[in-house]
C-alpha cells in the first residue's frame, strides 16, 4: 500500500478526534462559555450540519479542481475551523466554529476515498479506501480518550488546539506524500451531479441513512446504557469506548479485503451481522462480560459495513464519483441524527435504556431491505471496479493511438465467437 495512504490516514485521525472529543468535554465546553450542557450538545449539532451541507456543496465548488490541491485546501479549512474553536470567546461564535469545522469532513472523505482507490490496481481499491478510515477508527482507541483528557485538565480549548496541530501535520504529509492527480475534461459539477442522479446511488445513500441510523440508534446512548444497566462507573466508559473503537478497526481491516473479493455479499453480511448483535445486545447489558464483547462485536459490525457502501456508491457514480462518495459521509451524519432521536423517543416512551437495540436491529433490517433491492435492480449489469488511476491515467477523451497497419500485422478476423458488442 503506497505511502500516501497513510497521509490520508493522519486527515481522518484529526476529523475523528475532533468530531467525538466534543462530545466527552460537553461540561467543560458549558463552563467555558457560560451555556447548560443540553444547550452546549447544540455543537455536536453544529458540527454534523456543517458535514451534511459541506459534502455536496464543497465537492461541487471543487469538481474541477485537482485532487491534492483540492485535499490541501480542505485540510487548511478544516484547521481553520479548529483554531475558530479553539479561540472562540462566546458560544455563538463557537457554533459557527464547528460548524466551519465541519464543513470538509465528507469533502476529505470523499476526496480521499477516490485518491485511495486511484493509487492502486482496481482489485485492491476497497483495501486502499479501508485503510484511510483506519484514521477515524484509530482516533477512537487514542485521539478521542487523549483529546478528553487533554481537555479535562489542561482545558477544552486545548483539545481543538492539538487537533488543529494534527491538521497542519496532515498538510504536510499530503503535500509530501501524494502525488498529483489531473482532473480530466469531462471532470465538473455538472458531471458530478449527473452522477448523483443514479438510482443505485440514491438506494446506496439511503442504505446508508437507514442501516447505520441502527448503529447509532445505540452509540448514542452506549454511555447511559452502561452505567444504568451493565452498572459500570463513569470513570469506566472512556476504556469501553476505546474498546468499541478496537471493535471498530478490526471491522475496517476485514472491510478491505472482503469488499475487494465480494461487495454485496459483504455488504448484506455485515447489516445481518449488525442487527443480530443489536438484538444480542438487548439481552446482554445486563452482565458486564457479555455486554463488553458485544459492544465490541458491534464496533466491528458497524465499521464492516463502511467501506462496501462507500464503494458501492462510487462504482455506480462511474466517472464522477467524488460528489457521491463525500455524500455518504452526509448520509452517515443524517443517520446520526435519525438514529439518536429514534432511540430517545423508546427511551422517553418508558421503554427502557437497552431499547435503543431494538431500534437499531429493526433499522438494520430496512437498511438490508434497501441493499438487497439495490442488488436485484443492479443485476442488468454494473460496473465491476471503480475506476483506478491506471484507468485515468491519460484525459478521457484522448484519442486512441493510430493502428499498426504493416504486412506483419495484418491478420485476418477471428469469426468463430459471435459479436458480443
Known sequence: MPLALLALAVVTFGIGTTEFATMGLLPQIADGVGVSVPHAGNLVSAYALGVVVGAPVLTGIGARIPHKRLLLLLTGLFVVGNTASALAPNFGLLFAARFLAGLPHGALFGVGAVVASRLVPADRAARAVSRIFLGLTIANIVGVPAGTALGQHLGWRYAYCAVSVIGLVALLALALLVPHQPRGPQAGIRQELRAMGNRQV?????????GFGGFFAVYSYLVPMLTHLTGLSDASTTWVLALYGVGMTAGTLLAGPLTDRALRPTLYAGIILLGAALVTFYFTVHSTVPALVTVTFIGAMGALITTPVQMLLMINA????????????????????????????????????????????????????????GGLLDRGGRPSKVVTGKDTAEPAQTAAPAPDLTASNLTEPDLTEPNRG
Open 202 to 210: 440514491f438506494i446506496g445513500l439511503a442504505t446508508a441513512v437507514v
Open 318 to 373: 462511474k466517472e464522477a464519483p467524488t460528489m457521491a462518495a463525500a455524500s455518504n459521509h452526509s448520509a452517515f451524519n443524517m443517520a446520526n441524527a435519525a438514529g439518536a432521536w429514534l432511540g430517545g423517543l423508546v427511551i422517553s416512551a418508558g421503554w427502557g435504556w437497552a431499547a435503543p437495540n431494538l431500534v437499531g436491529a429493526v433499522l438494520a433490517v430496512a437498511g438490508l431491505g434497501l441493499a438487497v433491492t
